[in-house]
């Protein structure tokens, strides 16, 4: 039998009872149909609802019954959308006017025919078994028995070019495959993705990053030239060799990256410590192991900037600065939240620290201090793209030695860095105060670099206690003067 759970009928009612007292009929549509059917659960549920006319006006006065946070998404379609938290949840409610005269002809309008279901609102109150109930003119349940995804009309893309996003997004979310027709339709209206706004972009992309299979739907995408509209850095970096320590060019190393860091999430996943750094949010619900997907994506966007040719040799040096600035840019446009932003930049900036440590042997105290402290929050971030990054070059002058000793030395990095956020950090010998007393300085950025000399020396135990950091703080006053 076919029905919502108790704890969405719950959060349901209300809506249901404010509807009944405004004599208003509401249609359930849309995605909560799709996963009751394919019994799929949302940490987070949304509800979307249509009706004749009228929705933005029902929804702000339902906003106001509720309590909850009331948004305007589409003035011209009359769209708006309610969030309300409720027992550690986040539930959104849609609310939409018909696009045509019948609900027939208004589902037609709906994006693929697995979300173009519908049944009336007071059914769902009803008991009884919704699969007898449920609108459904475009076979949307037979592509859902047949895992598809398929446009409801040959006009969707064209209404909303976001949509052909979303058939990628909705096909790694739920394990499904795009038809041949919403494929050739993607390809051919492509060029209207530089319409949409860049917020709504972002959202569909970090759906795809969010799933275990993102390499498979950029590739896709990629494919059907849709990716360079996003990225248009993507162009310069194809075609571009990057000499024997490599076997493919910039542009598809960068997606066997991706590829390799998937592999690697999938053997981390029974890793509590390191599944619990990379589901953090870092903003608005999106988590620090999709940033790293993009990152995977970004981290030698600088290649084709720094390309040089020394002795028949090409070399990329500075690329990881030239990345730090087109980084910038892309988050600009994608409209990144500030965190998100310094953590995507310290990634790409930072991403060939590991390999220089492997690369010169042991690595000594002080060079891994100084990583640790560079990195900051996202050191462990930079060291599994370092694992993916290296597993992604396979050139004839890659040896396996070279590949044993960068897996070695990132791995015991990675030990390190997990055991020391377990420790409680050892307070400083000297603070501020007793440096600018002692030597009778007034505040000033030598202050700064004479503790942060000190700290350096204090964790790798070339100081050992005040008086040794107060003979040091006196060289190091002497040397920066």
Same mark, same amino acid.
């Given at each position: 039998?076919?029905?919502?759970?108790?704890?969405?009928?719950?959060?349901?009612?209300?809506?249901?009872?404010?509807?009944?007292?405004?004599?208003?009929?509401?249609?359930?549509?849309?995605?909560?149909?799709?996963?009751?059917?394919?019994?799929? +659960?949302?940490?987070?549920?949304?509800?979307?609802?249509?009706?004749?006319?009228?929705?933005?006006?029902?929804?702000?006065?339902?906003?106001?019954?509720?309590?909850?946070?009331?948004?305007?998404?589409?003035?011209?379609?009359?769209?708006?959308?309610?969030?309300?938290?409720?027992? =550690?949840?986040?539930?959104?409610?849609?609310?939409?006017?018909?696009?045509?005269?019948?609900?027939?002809?208004?589902?037609?309008?709906?994006?693929?025919?697995?979300?173009?279901?519908?049944?009336? *609102?007071?059914?769902?109150?009803?008991?009884?078994?919704?699969?007898?109930?449920?609108?459904?003119?475009?076979?949307?349940?037979?592509?859902?028995?047949?895992?598809?995804?398929?446009?409801?009309? @040959?006009?969707? *893309?064209?209404?909303?070019?976001?949509?052909?996003?979303?058939?990628?997004?909705?096909?790694?979310?739920?394990?499904?495959?795009?038809?041949?027709?919403?494929?050739?339709?993607?390809?051919?209206?492509?060029?209207?993705?530089?319409?949409?706004?860049?917020?709504?972009?972002?959202?569909?992309?970090?759906?795809?990053?969010?799933?275990?299979?993102?390499?498979?739907?950029?590739?896709?995408?990629?494919?059907?030239?849709?990716?360079?509209?996003?990225?248009?850095?993507? +162009?310069?970096?194809?075609?571009?060799?990057?000499?024997?320590?490599?076997?493919?060019?910039?542009?598809?190393?960068?997606?066997?990256?991706?590829?390799?860091?998937?592999?690697?999430?999938?053997?981390? %996943?029974?890793?509590?410590?390191?599944?619990?750094?990379?589901?953090?949010?870092?903003?608005?619900?999106?988590? %620090?192991?999709?940033?790293? @997907?993009?990152?995977?994506?970004?981290?030698?966007?600088?290649?084709?900037?720094?390309?040089?040719?020394?002795?028949?040799?090409?070399?990329?040096?500075?690329?990881?600065?030239?990345?730090?600035?087109?980084?910038?840019?892309?988050?600009?446009?994608?409209?990144?939240?500030?965190?998100?932003?310094?953590?995507?930049?310290?990634?790409?900036?930072?991403?060939?620290?590991?390999?220089?440590?492997?690369?010169?042997?042991?690595?000594?105290?002080?060079?891994? *201090?100084?990583?640790?402290?560079?990195?900051?929050?996202?050191?462990?971030?930079?060291?599994?793209?370092?694992?993916?990054?290296?597993?992604?070059?396979?050139?004839?002058?890659?040896?396996?030695?070279?590949?044993?000793?960068?897996?070695?030395?990132?791995?015991?990095?990675?030990?390190?860095?997990?055991?020391?956020?377990?420790?409680?950090?050892?307070?400083?010998?000297?603070?501020?105060?007793?440096?600018? %007393?002692? *030597?009778?300085?007034?505040? =000033?950025?030598?202050?700064?670099?004479?503790?942060?000399?000190?700290?350096?020396?204090?964790?790798?135990? @070339?100081?050992?206690?005040?008086?040794?950091?107060?003979?040091?703080?006196?060289?190091?006053?002497?040397?920066?003067?």
């Amino acid at each position: 039998m076919l029905k919502l759970n108790e704890e969405d009928l719950s959060i349901l009612k209300p809506v249901y009872n404010f509807a009944k007292s405004k004599k208003v009929k509401l249609y359930l549509v849309g995605g909560a149909l799709r996963d009751l059917i394919l019994n799929r +659960k949302k940490d987070n549920p949304d509800f979307d609802f249509c009706l004749k006319k009228g929705s933005i006006n029902f929804g702000r006065m339902l906003a106001k019954q509720l309590k909850c946070g009331f948004v305007v998404l589409d003035e011209e379609h009359a769209a708006c959308r309610l969030v309300k938290k409720f027992e =550690g949840k986040i539930y959104t409610f849609d609310f939409t006017d018909f696009r045509a005269a019948t609900l027939e002809k208004d589902l037609l309008h709906r994006d693929f025919t697995i979300n173009s279901l519908a049944v009336k *609102f007071e059914d769902v109150f009803s008991g009884k078994d919704l699969s007898t109930l449920i609108v459904d003119p475009y076979s949307g349940r037979l592509d859902l028995k047949d895992k598809v995804i398929r446009v409801s009309g @040959k006009n969707s *893309f064209k209404e909303d070019p976001l949509r052909i996003l979303r058939a990628f997004s909705f096909s790694c979310m739920l394990g499904f495959s795009l038809d041949k027709e919403t494929l050739r339709l993607a390809k051919d209206k492509k060029h209207l993705i530089s319409e949409v706004s860049s917020e709504r972009i972002r959202e569909e992309l970090f759906k795809i990053f969010d799933s275990r299979t993102a390499y498979t739907s950029l590739v896709a995408l990629d494919k059907l030239k849709i990716l360079e509209i996003i990225f248009p850095e993507i +162009k310069p970096m194809r075609g571009i060799g990057q000499g024997p320590y490599h076997h493919l060019d910039v542009w598809q190393h960068t997606l066997e990256t991706l590829n390799q860091f998937e592999l690697l999430l999938q053997a981390l %996943r029974q890793d509590l410590e390191i599944s619990s750094y990379l589901s953090q949010e870092l903003s608005s619900l999106r988590k %620090r192991s999709s940033l790293l @997907k993009l990152a995977c994506i970004l981290h030698d966007v600088g290649k084709p900037g720094a390309m040089r040719r020394e002795k028949r040799k090409i070399i990329f040096h500075g690329h990881e600065r030239i990345g730090l600035g087109l980084a910038r840019v892309i988050c600009r446009r994608l409209k990144l939240a500030n965190d998100e932003t310094r953590s995507l930049e310290r990634i790409v900036l930072w991403h060939l620290r590991p390999g220089y440590l492997a690369n010169n042997g042991r690595p000594t105290e002080r060079a891994i *201090f100084r990583y640790f402290r560079d990195a900051g929050s996202d050191a462990l971030a930079v060291l599994l793209l370092s694992l993916a990054d290296q597993r992604a070059t396979k050139g004839p002058l890659t040896t396996a030695l070279s590949r044993v000793r960068h897996e070695k030395t990132v791995k015991a990095l990675i030990h390190r860095l997990l055991n020391q956020n377990k420790e409680k950090k050892p307070a400083p010998f000297l603070n501020g105060n007793d440096i600018m %007393r002692r *030597f009778k300085l007034a505040p =000033g950025p030598l202050i700064g670099k004479v503790l942060l000399g000190l700290e350096e020396a204090q964790a790798i135990g @070339k100081v050992k206690n005040k008086t040794e950091a107060f003979k040091l703080a006196a060289i190091l006053i002497k040397r920066k003067k």
